[in-house]
């Protein structure tokens, strides 16, 4: 009897560190899926009304080691703020089984794409008015499958042993949209489609031009490839078509050119950031846009490096923040405006507003979050943010490889720096941005804390 009982503690114990080695193994999980509203629902601006070869994609990854899982989303939608920003991450937490805070979900930013504030939608049918865009029955049902599949991809997550980093310039995409005048002040916007020549002459401003690659390997395999590029995504839209637009041309010629890998494309800090110096708004330019894009994620995919890591390189850590509000924001004035039923209040996101506003003042923080992964750095952070908050982080660690998705939680809309609700233009106004120029010294003081070691 006592062979045989050294035998079963034997196996069991046998069982247990391989059960533990398997645990202790970097994997990574897939998710992708159609994302693209029916005919007949809203998008942000206009109702669906035809289909196109490329719709609308929900991707990501979950990130597996010893520690709990973080889930990356990234959406083809104009936003996802607010209760609806909370409802994604929530739900993809549990369908994970990880925590909230360890859950990053963007959107892109595309135009002719949905927009989701669950917030801003009672707000509105709590008064008897219609949600209009804020309708949210196709993002609970887009929201249901999105939970589905990341379960799945927990279950059937790969094995990955090394990391991969590289960038590249990409030659005449972005431009900065404020165009200023010799006394500091902005005297006009190129909007990512601009017909004026004048316009279009001017430098191409302050950019980041580098699009970011981290991307992870099994041994020479590639399993998944994240990448970063800073720019508003619109070529042209109100087309009544569901699209991807430029970035999303860029990820499908990517898709195709590395398939065995899933390819999962993040807006960095794009705020003040737009195609309007190399795009007149004609059609033909979102196919020379997206391959612009996608040759810089080439020639980044070519310049990569890869770095042995184990489950001691995988960290993630948050630091949740209270975003200053804007002094232009007034409870009691939006509520009249609401009972009013005034346009400016119902057709410029009135009511996205005034969640914003009313989670602010309840004690509301938003989760500033940073994946390291050897030697990368990939920052999450919200709203509509300025590129010099990019260009900040990345000079803070030049011995790092750092990389920032901007476009998480929606609601503070356009993020300046201080000094720009000083110098004018369209992104600062009291309609565009939510927050108070104080917002700078916070941000940059939890992304200062974040990617210090």
Not at 146 to 152: E, G, H, Y
Not at 406 to 434: F, K
């Amino acid at each position: 009897m006592i062979p045989r009982t050294r035998f079963v503690i034997g196996f069991l114990m046998w069982a247990w560190v391989m059960v533990v080695s398997v645990r202790a193994q970097l994997r990574v999980g897939l998710f992708d899926i159609d994302a693209t509203p029916p005919m007949g629902s809203r998008m942000a601006y206009d109702p669906v009304t035809n289909a196109w070869d490329l719709g609308l994609r929900a991707r990501g990854v979950v990130v597996m080691g010893t520690d709990r899982p973080v889930v990356l989303c990234a959406v083809d939608w104009i936003g996802i703020g607010n209760e609806g920003h909370d409802a994604f991450r929530q739900q993809l937490a549990a369908a994970a089984g990880t925590t909230v805070d360890r859950v990053a979900v963007h959107s892109l930013h595309q135009h002719d794409a949905p927009e989701c504030d669950f917030g801003a939608e009672a707000i509105l049918r709590e008064a008897g008015v219609s949600p209009w865009n804020y309708e949210g029955t196709f993002a609970r049902e887009l929201l249901g499958r999105l939970s589905n599949a990341v379960s799945r991809a927990a279950l059937q997550a790969r094995p990955f042993n090394q990391v991969g980093t590289g960038q590249a310039e990409v030659r005449e995409v972005a431009s900065n949209r404020r165009i200023f005048g010799p006394d500091g002040k902005v005297r006009a916007v190129r909007y990512t489609a601009t017909t004026d020549p004048a316009l279009r002459a001017e430098p191409e401003g302050v950019i980041d031009p580098m699009v970011s690659l981290v991307s992870f390997w099994n041994d020479d395999r590639p399993v998944a490839v994240l990448s970063y590029y800073a720019t508003h995504p619109q070529s042209y839209y109100r087309t009544g078509v569901a699209n991807p637009d430029f970035p999303g041309i860029a990820r499908f010629l990517r898709q195709i050119a590395v398939p065995e890998a899933l390819h999962v494309h993040f807006n960095g800090a794009g705020g003040n950031i737009g195609a309007g110096k190399y795009n007149d708004g004609a059609p033909a330019n979102r196919r020379i846009l997206g391959e612009r894009l996608a040759d810089g994620m080439r020639r980044a995919w070519d310049a990569t490096r890869r770095e042995p890591v184990t489950t001691n390189d995988l960290r993630w850590r948050f630091e949740p923040v209270a975003l200053p509000l804007s002094r232009h924001l007034d409870e009691d004035r939006l509520v009249a405006q609401l009972k009013g039923r005034e346009a400016s209040f119902l057709t410029a996101n009135g009511a996205g507003r005034l969640a914003w506003l009313r989670r602010s003042k309840s004690g509301h923080r938003i989760d500033i979050g940073c994946l390291a992964l050897g030697r990368a750095r990939i920052l999450h952070m919200p709203g509509e943010l300025f590129v010099e908050y990019q260009l900040a982080a990345k000079a803070e660690r030049k011995d790092l490889f750092v990389a920032m998705a901007a476009y998480g939680d929606y609601g503070p809309y356009y993020i300046g720096t201080t000094v720009a609700y000083t110098e004018g233009g369209y992104e600062t106004e009291p309609r565009s941005s939510n927050v108070a120029p104080e917002v700078e010294p916070i941000l940059m003081s939890a992304v200062r804390k974040l990617l210090k070691d």
